[in-house]
């Protein structure tokens, strides 16, 4: 899997490639530990080229939003696939996630932190 | 002997240890309950791994029937598995006639912080059968769907209405209420039922594969029809070996 990283303003970006699951989760737990090392963090991961996902993969998600959330950031999720949207949609975490089409729509979605932080 | 084999050969007899424990910590029998046929089954994907199901009858004779799926596979849900089963199972035999919505509920609160603390969740469904009204009551926090096949009908999805176990500090799942008659058969699985990406199989044709596959078996027992599910499900994976744990419970109304 391809990780790449990137930030926009205050939002902080990964793009990953390729299948998410528990053999290559470690270097995105590493990335959200990262990037919330700053107080507050504003993430969007996007998903768009990621043709499979598990649940250690969504659990590594989960773990990042809650520790975002923490921090009064968040951690957004974009472009999913049709079979990745309805692994969130069957596990309900549809309804946890703010998920967005695009990463541009993502980022659009924090433009209030400029106006707050 | 070199060092690693030895270390080999000691890792896999403890994790031969912890499959034994694992095995006797689920139900050996299912359960005798009037109007009903139930089986249940688990194949795990490693030696040990983060599904399982249980079987609790209460004081009104109800019937509680827990499948959970702890994410991930191995020894990390495995070391999950019987703490979270034994918080649902006190859960289930509280002082009060909890419905799987409080059960749940109440699981939820006890285990989130630990969940929080390990990067984990769990999906998990509760059932309760009144087998005074033939009612099944159940609640589904981010499990995989509840296949029901009315007799005489095409099998249809009951679908999860909230997020896992340890997701959320709150879990506002509801409770979904099913009328059985005989003949009804309600099946209740893990995800590893529908987890093969390695034969570019996706998940919605899975679910219709299965579904399909269901539909052909009604008619038999509920121990029949899980191991033939089973084995239809072995052969679809014998090229690439399986990938998820594999948990099946049936029951048939008769």
């Known amino acids: ?117 | 002997m070199l060092q690693s084999d030895l270390d080999y050969t000691r890792i896999q007899k403890e994790i031969e240890l912890a499959q034994r424990i694992q095995v006797g910590l689920l139900p050996k029998q299912p359960p005798v309950v009037a109007g009903l046929d139930i089986w249940a089954g688990f194949r795990p994907a490693n030696q040990i791994g983060g599904d399982f199901y249980d079987f609790i009858i209460g004081r009104n004779r109800n019937l509680t029937m827990v499948v959970g799926d702890i994410c991930g596979k191995g020894v990390s849900a495995a070391m999950l598995m019987p703490m979270t089963r034994m918080v649902i199972r006190t859960a289930a035999l509280g002082r009060h006639n909890h419905t799987p919505r409080d059960i749940v509920n109440r699981s939820n609160s006890l285990l989130y912080e630990d969940y929080t603390n390990t990067d984990m969740f769990a999906t998990t469904f509760v059932g309760n059968f009144n087998p005074f009204n033939q009612t099944i009551v159940f609640a589904n926090a981010g499990h995989s769907p509840v296949i029901y096949i009315p007799f005489g009908q095409s099998a249809q999805l009951l679908l999860a209405d909230e997020a896992p176990i340890g997701v959320l500090q709150v879990c506002a799942v509801k409770n979904q209420r099913i009328q059985l008659k005989r003949g009804d058969v309600l099946i209740i699985g893990t995800d590893g039922l529908v987890e093969d990406y390695n034969l570019g199989i996706d998940l919605t044709t899975s679910y219709n594969w299965l579904l399909r596959k269901i539909e052909l078996l009604v008619d038999r027992s509920a121990r029949s029809v899980a191991e033939t599910l089973f084995g239809s499900l072995q052969d679809l994976s014998k090229a690439e070996g399986q990938k998820d744990d594999q948990t099946l419970v049936v029951i048939k109304c008769v």
């Open chain 1, 1 to 117: 899997m391809e990780l790449i990283s990137r930030n926009m303003g205050k939002v902080k970006i990964l793009e990953l490639t390729g299948s998410f699951d528990r053999l290559n989760v470690e270097p995105v737990r590493q990335w959200i530990e990262n990037a919330i090392a700053s107080d507050p963090a504003f993430l969007v991961v996007n998903l768009n080229k990621v043709d499979f996902l598990d649940s250690s993969a969504l659990a590594i998600l989960v773990s990042g939003l809650k520790k975002a959330r923490q921090q009064r950031g968040d951690l957004r999720i974009c472009g999913l696939r049709q079979s990745v949207r309805l692994l969130f949609e069957l596990t309900r975490l549809d309804k946890v996630f703010e998920i967005y089409l695009s990463e541009d729509d993502a980022v659009q979605g924090y433009a209030y932190i400029e106006a707050t932080f």
